[in-house]
Antibody
Framework: EVQLLESGGGLVQPGRSLRLSCAAS????????MAWIRQAPGKGLEWVSG????????YYTDAVKGRFTVSRDNAKNTLYLQMDNLRAEDTALYYC????????????????WGQGTMVAVSS | QSVLTQPRSVSGSPGQSVTISCIGT?????????ASWYQHRPGKAPKLVIY???KRPSGVPDRFSGSKSGNTASLTISGLQAEDEADYYC?????????FGGGTKVTVL
């Protein structure tokens, strides 16, 4: 059974940093492109970042470019999102998600999702 | 990066059909056959119900169907059931990014 467990969320002041982690199990992590998707309170889903199965290709939505960095450790079956210079508008529930297909450069079809970790940015 | 356009809400009685539209552009839905749909119930993780415009993942009832015409993708739920009440989001690839719609709340009357 595929399991994705996010951690690292919390309350942080504007301008500070957080690092989210997503521990994966139940599938061959190194074969799957992964993504971070967020949902702000009362809002819809927003794709934040994606990373290829090998980690060489990384993609970001315009709103986080230059502030967020996605990475993965295939030996540890873990996905990361380093979030720097956080803003109030980054407040959201952050999900990690696994692509449906294997060996993709960018994940576009998300068949498995974690339960999310909440990030709140406020002074 | 733009958001795909969905109606805020649709409703129907049990047994009826509802269709949700998702309007994109020639840079996303109109070019790529990667339109997908997610069911999102409160407190739960989103669930993929349609991918590649019309394909259903294993375990998704055939009451769910998808289609595309030009820059618009659509999700139809036939034989509406109480358990179908949820938020539904469309999504599409858009050249090095992924777009989601604003979401549609489906209410079963």
């Amino acid at each position: 059974e595929v399991q994705l467990l996010e951690s690292g969320g919390g309350l942080v002041q504007p301008g500070r940093s957080l690092r989210l982690s997503c521990a994966a199990s139940g599938f061959t992590f190194s074969s799957s492109a992964m993504a971070w998707i967020r949902q702000a309170p009362g809002k819809g889903l927003e794709w934040v970042s994606g990373i290829s199965y090998g980690g060489d290709n990384k993609y970001y939505t315009d709103a986080v470019k230059g502030r967020f960095t996605v990475s993965r450790d295939n030996a540890k079956n873990t996905l990361y999102l380093q979030m720097d210079n956080l803003r109030a508008e980054d407040t959201a529930l952050y999900y990690c998600a696994k692509d449906l297909r294997t060996f993709q450069v960018i994940g576009v079809l998300f068949e498995s999702w974690g339960q999310g970790t909440m990030v709140a940015v406020s002074s | 990066q733009s958001v795909l356009t969905q109606p805020r809400s649709v409703s129907g009685s049990p047994g009826q059909s509802v269709t949700i539209s998702c309007i994109g552009t020639s840079r996303d839905i109109g070019t790529y056959d990667y339109a997908s749909w997610y069911q999102h119930r409160p407190g739960k993780a989103p669930k993929l119900v349609i991918y590649d415009v019309f394909k259903r993942p294993s375990g998704v009832p055939d009451r769910f169907s998808g289609s595309k015409s030009g820059n618009t993708a659509s999700l139809t739920i036939s034989g509406l059931q109480a358990e179908d009440e949820a938020d539904y989001y469309c999504s599409s690839y858009a050249t090095t990014s992924v777009l989601f719609g604003g979401g549609t709340k489906v209410t079963v009357l």
